[in-house]
């Protein structure tokens, strides 16, 4: 049809298509007459933006045949055009393939030039995207690529304090930008060497810490210790899949999976809520009695290659890929463990004000009424939660705090609450892609029947808030998911972090109530003695460990501590209960 009307850009464009088609498939031959096809088309009406484009995939092809100088060639042409008409996103992607080319032909030192001017030039675009937070995650998830094959090149030139420093760089970029903007904080880190950089890393580490770097079936680790050389170890995932290993071990514990990797938009929060915080049945203790072992697997892998060289009892992971929603906490009976999105990141935490967090307050919300929130015949989507009002309630006593529940647990009454306190915990229903709550519709609104703003705490809802809390504990169903990106986990907790939470308590997956009870009496307990959050997670799972119903590891495993290791202040006559 293109050819009838006489539409030679569009048929050029078809051209192009096929070309780009047949390349996926593995059919170079094709793939080049093609786009060969669409080169003289594109040429002929003088698009230049789709030659520079063509070109690079004229380049890919000629590399997958393992023809690399025609590769060259070709790349070399894209970034010439590119360069002339200014489309630095394209350049940038031109400089990576030519990269590539180079990589595969043993030229390291020139791969890792066009690696680097590669990623400078994607940094650059990515700085006009300002402050649109959902942009730069998709921008840089995009070309992450580019970012895994500088770290991989410097390895392989036997640069690996710099290959650290290159993985670092490309984490959790959008979270960092703000929380710098929460904190104040001004970037110095462009002027910074990589030696520069790590060594200010390790001088914030209150103990050792452990950087994750995923590529293909080859897991990299940087062990990092204040006063001590940095620690490296590669090993391989031995079914060659991370998230198939995640997928294994959750089902052996008694779960679905649970990695969520897809780009795809957020579904309505109401139609994923229909998993309840339930009390369990004897028969399904029976069921599901998974033993520690089960969690074995990810030990092996994610553990198990630098047991020989962890020496303290707490550590912090810089997690990657399908394991940013491993159960880090649940995997050493020995050691305390948390995590952290980036090592940058949690210098800028720690780097926070000293006044910026408050000290004392609490905002303690459990089970929000959701009789009003129904389906199309008028029932009720989301039952209530008794025991998690009761959760609140023993939190409320212990702390000496009335706690939100029921009509008062409103969004907005949430949301005007937690701003100045030092200490928020929700114990409500939450969502199974990324951990979004379910409260009290808000009183005043425009229809009867609340619609999703009404009642549901978004990611946007909390980002837009300044927290000054120290710790936020989510008791809610899922409250740790999120899509894995190169960024992290893109959910309800890293808004948290984003709105200025030093840190924040999960659950991965579905919680059992009276469990959950249970864990919370004990963290609560061992918090008001003084003790860190990391230690008292770590008592409080192991107080389920032991007890006769709550052994399974399903029930004590899905919390995890993300951010700082908090304490917080409490009455002296607290202390005393």
Known sequence: MAKEVGDRAQEGSAYGNLGNAYLSLGNLKQAIDYHKKSLSIVKEVGDRAREGRVYCNLGSAYRNQGNIKQAIEYTRRSISICKEIGDCEAEGNAYYFLGKNYELSGSLSDALTWYRLSIKHFDETRKGLQSEDEWKISFRDSYRVAYTALWRTLLKNGEIDEALFAAEKGRAQALIDILKEQYGIESQSLSLTPKQTLSAALELLPSQAVFVALDDDKITFWVLRKGSKISFRQSEIANGRADMLMEKTMKQIGLGNVVKCEDRSLDPLHSDLSCSRKPISEKTVLLSSSSVSSLQPLYDVLLGPIADILQDDELIMVPDGPF???????????????????????????????????????????????????????????????CAKQEVDMIGELLQTTPLTGKSATKAEVLKNMKSV??????????????????????????????????????????????????VVLSCCHSGRGEVKSEGVVGIARAFLCAGARSVLVSLWAIDDEATLLFMRNFYRHLVDGKRASAALHQAMQSLRESKQYFAVKHWAPFVLVGDDVTLEFPKKMNRC
């Not at 720690?350 to 029932?379: I, N, Q, R, Y």
């Not at 609340?450 to 300044?466: G, N, Q, T, Y």
């Open 324 to 386: 940013c929603l491993a159960p880090y906490s649940a995997l050493s009976e020995s050691i305390r463990i948390r995590t952290v999105p980036s090592l940058t990141a949690f210098n800028v935490i720690f780097g926070a004000p000293e006044d910026f967090h408050s000290k004392t307050g609490a905002l303690l919300v459990g089970d929000p009424w959701l009789e009003e929130v129904t389906d199309k015949k008028g029932k009720p989507i989301l039952e209530q939660l008794p």
């Open 422 to 471: 030092a200490l928020v915990h929700i114990a409500a229903h939450g969502g199974q892609k990324t951990g979004e709550i379910a409260l009290a519709p808000n009183t005043e609104r425009q229809s009867p029947i609340p619609k999703e703003e009404d009642f549901i705490l978004k990611m946007s809802d909390v980002a837009a808030v300044c927290l000054r809390a120290r710790l």
